[in-house]
């Protein structure tokens, strides 16, 4: 065999003598948060692009306010069923 045949084994682990910038894991490791920060750049830019739709005007909403302090409090279940069960106890 010639010297440039020969295996070299100066005790070393496959990949040692390969700079951290060429090897897969370093990346993999790197990769993960970019993903997750340019998918988070991505959901604000759909949040901003995309407004959420105005469901009533500003009438409307006066309007139901205005509806919703006129009517009696809800009761619940609990103090409907006393209620009708024991109508002397009002």
Known sequence: MTPTQQPQNNGL???ENVP???QFWPWFIIALPAAAVTA?????WLAISNPDQVIVTDDEYRHLKSELKAQPPAIDKEQAETAEAD???N
Do not use: Q
């Open 87 to 89: 109508p002397s106890s």
């Open 20 to 22: 951290w910038f060429k």
């Open 13 to 15: 682990m496959p990949g």
């Open 40 to 44: 988070s750049f991505v959901t604000l």
